[in-house]
């Protein structure tokens, strides 16, 4: 089965989404699964991955009560403030609902590059792995350092790097390194997945072409490998720059010359395997 790995919902309003601000008034409307669901059937997707896009317990509830009652939603990586004392009782309001797979925080958003390292955020990461949470790696290339040694400190806990960590597509082959550098150094540990998702709002939102992505899927696919890539849409934030089908495209052409066994890995194996979803 074909799973969209990476998207978002919400009931916008502007107090709830303050990141979603000038120049974004595409997204700043509800976005629901009943808008998702056509543009999943259309690309052979029979489900998805719902990915936190607040930082709020009652965002991490109305997801897996929308999960509850859409099939199509395989999993949720929410979110719980996994720096604070009583983060194992947030975890145990959750873990007995069926869709709920992982944590993430908005780390790219943390002025300190070494955030993920700090001694209360690493306590409450070493409560997922016990549970079966993966933890989803939200960052920027500065911060590719830091999560390099967290896989080390923590190598029975499942990272799935989101959206490559964010290269500076826009600004062309020069800017590779020392992106390159790190998510090859991030890709040496086992415990690491990557999504190959939101590379198109890293681009020229009005002039990009899929040739554009190459090169860092080039990468990722040299360091990780199919069975440690995974394909996400980032839908609705992708709408900025492109369509569903534009996102879906620059994977499944890219994909298309491997193997039929590497391309179910990376158009739904992947993330099936290291969310634990089920059918």
């Known amino acids: 089965m074909r799973i969209d790995a990476h998207q978002h919902f919400w009931r916008y309003s502007a107090a709830d989404y303050p990141w979603i601000g000038p120049g974004m008034e595409r997204l700043a409307w509800d976005h629901l699964p009943a808008d998702l669901a056509p543009l999943l059937a259309a690309a052979g997707c029979g489900g998805s991955v719902a990915v936190q896009a ?21 999993g949720v990586v929410g979110w719980v403030d996994l720096r604070s004392d009583d983060v194992g009782e947030q975890l145990a309001e959750f873990v007995g609902r069926p869709a709920f797979v992982g944590v993430r925080h908005v780390v790219q958003d943390e002025p300190d590059p070494r955030f993920l390292l700090g001694d209360a955020f690493i306590r409450g990461l070493g409560q997922l792995a016990p549970l ?47 992106w390159r550098r790190d998510v090859v150094a991030l890709a040496r540990h086992g415990n690491v997945s990557c999504k ?32 440690r890539l995974m394909f996400g ?20 052409d890219f994909v298309a010359r491997l193997s039929a066994t590497e391309q179910e890995a990376i158009l739904g194996g992947t993330a099936a395997r290291r969310y634990g979803l089920a059918e």
């Not at 999560?147 to 959206?163: I, K």
């Open 196 to 227: 190959l998702s939101g590379l198109v709002t890293e681009a020229s939102w009005r002039d990009w072409s899929r040739g554009d992505f190459a090169p860092y899927l080039e990468i990722a696919l040299d360091a990780f490998g199919p069975d």
């Open 132 to 178: 079966g949470l993966a933890y989803d790696l939200l960052l920027y290339p500065s911060q590719l350092p830091a999560a390099t040694e967290l896989a080390t400190r923590l190598p029975h806990q499942t990272f799935v790097l989101d959206h490559l960590a964010k290269p500076r597509v826009k600004e062309g082959p020069q800017s590779l390194e020392p």
């Open 233 to 252: 849409s980032d839908w609705p934030v992708c709408l900025l720059a492109a369509d569903y089908t534009d996102v879906t495209g620059i994977v499944t």
């Open 54 to 74: 607040r930082q709020s317990v009652t965002e991490t509830r109305w997801l897996l009560d929308l999960a509850d009652s859409h099939s199509l939603i395989k």
